[in-house]
Each structure stands twice: as C-alpha cells, then as structure tokens.
C-alpha cells in the first residue's frame, strides 16, 4: 500500500528558502500513471495546490512540471527517482506561506474513454511556520 | 485559472439527516470534478471523481452528481463521522483549483 511521508524544517525565517522533502513507500515514483503533487493549507483556511510533477521514469531531477500560477516564480518542484521521493523548493518566504503542506499522489485513472485524475493518497502533512 | 465555488459555508444538520452540497464552476469541467472530505488535524480523503464515481471505500451514502459548472455532493442519513469539511476541486485543467470548503457541522 502506497504511502508518503513529508518531511524538512518546521521553522524558516522570512525571506529564505522553504524545502521540504516527500518520500513514497510501497510504490514507484516513476509509475506512469501517477503525478506527484504538493498542496498546502494556512492555518484555518482552505486548501491550496502549490503545483505538482510527473516523473515517468526519468532520470532527470525535473520531470514534467505544472505550478500555480501565484507561486510559479517561486517554487519548484523535482525528483528523485533513486530515493523514490520528490521535493518542494519555495523561495523568499514570507508569513504568508505558513502553513501545513501535504504531499499527494494523482493517480489517472480510465474509465471507459474517460481519463480522470484523483488524489487518492496523501501525507499527514508537515507545519511550517514562516518567522524570525 | 478556474474559480470553484461552494455554497453554504457551513451547513448545520441532525444526525441522520441528509445534507446537500454545492460546487459552481466558471467554466466547463465536463465532469472533471473531485471531492474531498477532511477532518480537523486529518489530511483530506478523497471522495468522488468524475463528478459522481466514489472512491475505493467510500460508503453508499455518498453520492456526486452533476457536470458542466454546476456540482453537487449529497451525504444521506448522516453519521457522526461525516461531520467534516467537503471540498470540491477541478481537474479539467492545470492549474487544479480547491473550492474553498463547505463545513457540515451538528445542528
């Protein structure tokens, strides 16, 4: 069974980098039928998709990206498939990206000529707090 | 970007009850639509895709429907575990958009 684990620092100061990390277990990061996403949720507010990466047996650490358009120039998002993980890099902090951050994974799934995409399994989500 | 939106914001009902939520779409999805339940301090589950498809292990009482831009998730004879937040999210295009939730609470 599938699972993912955030992991990184829980406190970063205003203006630095935000990095956090997502290993998978019990599961290929380079299946073809899977993307790998990061989403985050402020504190009592409701959920952001931050962007998410599909990597299908590349080597290389960038794979096939898609971002928000509020945080493209900021973040990036890449892969590991010798670790079987992937990362999220969010640059120049601020406040306001304090935080839970999940990782997830979209699973595309076929149903008759239909293709759907779903996230079916989730971290427990990691905190991170933006102060000095 | 596609804006999705959610009415009510909370919805008080009675155990037992049914409670029906909305999903509005700016533009067409088809019906590229999910939804997800989350509980306080829990990571969100998915529910339904395809508008209407429940997830693996999902009980009967939920059910989606709808396509185009307008959605709606109904949760029959509710049970004391259903009282979450609902969230609707598109997947018709990147980037994937949330709405912005609906809390089904106890009346």
């Known amino acids: 069974q599938l699972q993912l684990q955030e992991s990184g620092p829980g406190l970063v100061k205003p203006s630095e980098t935000l990095s956090l990390t997502c290993s998978v277990s019990?599961?290929?990061?380079?299946?073809?039928?899977?993307?790998w996403v990061w989403i985050r949720q402020p504190p009592g507010k409701g959920l952001e998709w931050i962007g998410n990466?599909?990597?299908?047996?590349?080597?290389?650490?960038?794979?096939?990206?898609y971002y928000s358009p509020s945080l493209e120039s900021r973040v990036t998002i890449s892969v590991d498939t010798s670790r079987n993980q992937f990362s999220l890099r969010l640059i120049s902090v601020t406040a306001a990206d304090t935080a839970v951050y999940f990782c997830a994974r979209e699973r595309v799934i076929v149903v008759g000529a239909l293709v759907h995409y779903a996230m079916d399994v989730w971290g427990q989500g990691t905190t991170v707090t933006v102060s000095s | 970007e596609i804006v999705m939106t959610q009415s009510p914001a909370t919805l008080s009902v009675s155990p037992g009850e049914s409670a029906t939520l909305s999903c509005r779409a700016s533009q067409t999805l088809s019906t590229n639509l999910a939804w997800y339940q989350q509980k306080p301090g829990q990571s969100p589950r998915l529910l339904i895709y395809?508008?209407?498809i429940r997830a693996t292990g999902v009980p009967a009482r939920f059910s989606g429907s709808g396509s185009g831009t307008e959605f709606t998730l109904t949760v029959s004879s509710l049970q004391s575990e259903d009282f979450a937040v609902y969230y609707c999210?598109?997947?018709?295009?990147?980037?994937?958009?949330f709405g912005q939730g609906t809390k089904v609470e106890v009346k």
């Open positions: 999210q598109q997947y018709n295009q990147w980037p994937r958009m």
């Open positions: 019990g599961g290929s990061i380079s299946s073809s039928i899977d993307y």
């Open positions: 395809g508008a209407s």
């Open positions: 990466i599909y990597s299908r047996g590349r080597t290389s650490s960038r794979g096939s990206t």
